[in-house]
Every structure is written in C-alpha cells, then in structure tokens.
C-alpha cells in the first residue's frame, strides 16, 4: 500500500547492497519535502423537476465518494424551500437551490460541494362565485361572494366584481377565511356576465371566476280581488280592483 496522505520530510537514503554493492546511506544536507494528497471523491447529486407550491415535500437523492461519511444537504434559498434531512418543503415562488457536502478522512479530501437548482411556480387558487339570490328582480339586493382556497395556504389579495366589464365593487380585500363580497342593487332587467378577478398575491396565480346573474322583468301584480259592490239607492254596480299595493282603483260602472 501506498503511504498514508499527509506532509513528508526525507534526510537520507538507503541501499541495502547486493552481490555487487556494499550497502550505502547517504544523508542530504537539507531535508528533502513533499506531500501525499488524499484522494478525491465525488458527489452525484440527482437533478429535481420544477415544483409548484402545495406540492408536497420532494426527497432528495445523492451518491458520494468512497470515504463512507453521509452526503449532507442544506438549502441556500430558506424563504422558497426548507430542508429536513433529505426532504426540501416548498414554502415560497422562486428560485430554490440546494447543497450537497460530503466530510473527508485521512484517506479522502471532503467532496467538492454538488449544487442543485429548480424553480417553485405559484400556486392556482380554487375560486367559486355565489350569488345571495339567483333570479332576482330590478332592484332587489344581491350580493355576490367569492371564496377563495388552495393547497399553499389562504389566499390573500383583492378581489374586483364587475358586470359586463363594468366595475361593481373594486379591490375588495379577502378576509382571513380568503372570502370577499360585492352588494348591489344596479342591475336592470336581463342575464348579467359578473366576474370576479382575483389580483393574486405572493403564493398564488391571478384568475377570475364568473357566473351569469339573471334579472327577471317585474310581472303583473301578485294578485287581484274582483267585487260588485250594490248600491242602496240605485241598481248601477261599481266595479273595483284591490292591486297589489292595497288600493283600491277605480275602473268603471254599468
């Protein structure tokens, strides 16, 4: 075996003789220096695929040199990607890039550190329009509610109702449950488009949800009480109508 690594310092040499030689040492006047390195060893470090936050953790694979000591990962991006052992949780967009290191001993120099980079996308909310009522009638109130969810976490942002591209209500502030609502009274008689555009924010894509709010034509009066009425005095009968309102109208006489 070769000599173990490490700094040598030589002042003599040796023969031990022959058949022909007598056996010889000759010192030298200076020492004579040099080195044994020890041997290099390499990581492999696997390649990982870009991500999407909500994913669940990725495990993490290398291969390192002959000295036998663990390859150990850390991760250099903490506010996109955190490490335990070898599993890297997702925890912000961006860019997350990863160690490898591996120790060395008297035998193998530590490994040359094996760097890993992927790209963590932001996540696509789940977004659902309601309608508090859904035919309603000219005038009558109705509020409109987007709740907003996803695997990253509550979305947070803003989120602007219109009707038809027209604003309704604008940059409505999700609450803490990841839900905003726009109240109107406006819309007239007809199928109104209402969207609601969701701004994103740090963890999660823009979208928009929608729905068609339906505005029915006010119909005839809820209802009719037809009477003759006798006069005492004369045999002429008074037609009248009770209209939806409670009065009473005036229609005519036989």
Known sequence: PGLPAGDYAVT???FGGNA?????????ATSQQFNV?????NITFDAIANQTLGNPPVALSATGGASGNPVVFASSTPLVCTLSGSMVTLVGAGMCTLTADQAGNATYAPATQAVQSFSVGKASATLVLS??????????????TLAASGAAGTPAGTVTFSDGGAPLCSNVALDAGGS????TSTLGSGTHAI????SGD????????TLAQ?????GPPAAYAIADVDYPAASDTEVRALTEHGMVDHLGRD
Request: charged share 5%; with cysteine.
């Open 12 to 14: 003599s040499a040796s």
């Open 20 to 28: 022909n030689y007598a056996p010889t040492t000759v010192n030298f």
């Open 37 to 41: 390195a020890r041997i290099v060893q």
């Open 131 to 144: 309608s508090s009522v859904n035919p309603s009638t000219p005038g009558q109130s109705v509020t409109f």
């Open 180 to 183: 905003a609502s726009c109240t």
């Open 195 to 198: 969207a609601a555009d969701y």
């Open 202 to 209: 740090a963890k999660y894509l823009p979208g928009t949800a």
């Open 214 to 218: 339906i505005i029915s034509t006010a």
